[in-house]
């Protein structure tokens, strides 16, 4: 016998208990569907609440100080340091020189390069020529690239500027390297166009 069938056939309490039960059990499902949904409005409407407070108080800030932009940190290593493009590629060519000078390579040609922007972000940059040994080459790219603030070898041509002779003679073969640097200018810098 199936379950209606066996119902049927139970001792009337039994059916009357049933009976009564089944509304009951009914009501309950639908007050716990409705208290489950209740309680998720309810989060969401505090989390809504919490959002409008925030964005009121970001609102607020905005209106206190208008025009105003978040300072820099002065030790900012993102950006290269100073006023205008042109200060700042002026500093970039003489921290180059350093950079030469300091790595033995004979800086040959240095000259400015456009300034460019990539998603968002303009940078400076320097074209240069130098040349030296390889050892020399290797410490300079090495010195740019983890130069603060932060520079970027765009691009690369190294040549050599000497045939490669004995291994074993004392004037070793020197290479000649033509870079383009980057580096990225503070976001409130003015840029003329």
């Keep these: 016998?199936?379950?209606r069938t066996s119902l049927l056939n139970a001792p009337r309490a039994l059916r009357l208990a049933v009976a009564a039960m089944a509304p009951v059990l009914?009501?309950?499902l639908v007050a716990g569907a409705v208290g489950l949904a209740r309680d998720r409005l309810d989060a969401t409407a505090d989390r809504i609440a919490a959002e409008r407070a925030n964005l009121g108080n970001l609102?607020?800030?905005i209106a206190a100080t208008p025009g105003a932009t978040a300072p820099r940190p002065a030790d900012a290593p993102e950006f290269l340091p100073g006023a205008s493009p042109a200060l700042i590629q002026a500093a970039f060519q003489g921290r180059l020189g350093e950079i030469a000078a300091a790595s033995g390579v004979d800086l040959l040609a240095v000259g400015n390069a456009p300034v460019t922007e990539r998603d968002g972000t303009r940078f400076a940059g320097l074209r240069a020529r130098m040349s030296g040994t390889n050892a020399e080459i290797v410490e300079t790219v090495f010195a740019i690239e983890s130069a603060v603030p932060y520079q970027t070898i765009r691009t690369a041509r190294i040549d050599a500027a000497t045939a490669p002779?004995?291994?074993?003679a004392a004037d070793p073969t020197i290479l000649s390297m033509e870079l383009l640097i980057e580096g990225a200018l503070p976001p409130d810098l003015e840029v003329a166009q």
């Design 59 to 61: 609102q607020r800030l």
């Design 1 to 3: 016998m199936d379950s």
């Design 26 to 28: 009914a009501i309950a």
């Design 165 to 168: 002779g004995d291994p074993d």
